[in-house]
C-alpha cells in the first residue's frame, strides 16, 4: 500500500488507523536544508484574553446573554486567531 515506507494499516472498530514509524533521518529539519516552524509561547495576558474571549463565545452558544448570543461565533473565532498570532509572533 506505503512503498517503501514503514506503515502498517489495520483495522480496529471500522476505522482505519495508519501506524507511522519515522525514522530520525527523515524528518525535515533546518539542519538539512529545510525550514522548521518556530511557536513562541504567548504572553500571559494573551492567553487569558484569548481564553475569556472563546469562553465568553461558548458560554453565548448555550445560554443567551444579550450581546455576547449575537456574536458568539466572532467571540470564539477571534479569542482563537488571537492565541494562533499569540504563538506566531513573537511577543505578543
Known amino acids: 500500500m506505503f512503498k517503501g515506507s514503514q ?5 480496529r472498530h471500522g ?3 495508519i501506524e507511522i514509524a519515522f525514522r530520525r533521518n527523515k524528518v525535515l529539519d533546518s539542519s538539512q536544508g529545510g ?5 513562541n509561547p504567548p ?4 492567553f487569558w484574553i ?3 474571549l ?4 461558548f458560554l453565548g452558544r448555550i445560554v443567551t446573554i444579550p450581546f455576547i448570543s ?6 470564539l473565532f477571534i479569542g482563537f ?4 498570532l499569540g504563538l506566531l509572533i513573537k511577543g505578543l
Open 7 to 11: 506503515t502498517k494499516p489495520f483495522i
Open 15 to 17: 476505522v482505519i488507523l
Open 35 to 39: 525550514q522548521a516552524m518556530r511557536l
Open 43 to 46: 504572553k500571559m495576558i494573551t
Open 50 to 52: 484569548s481564553i475569556v
Open 54 to 57: 472563546g469562553v465568553l463565545g
Open 70 to 75: 449575537t456574536y458568539d461565533f466572532w467571540f
Open 81 to 84: 486567531l488571537l492565541l494562533v
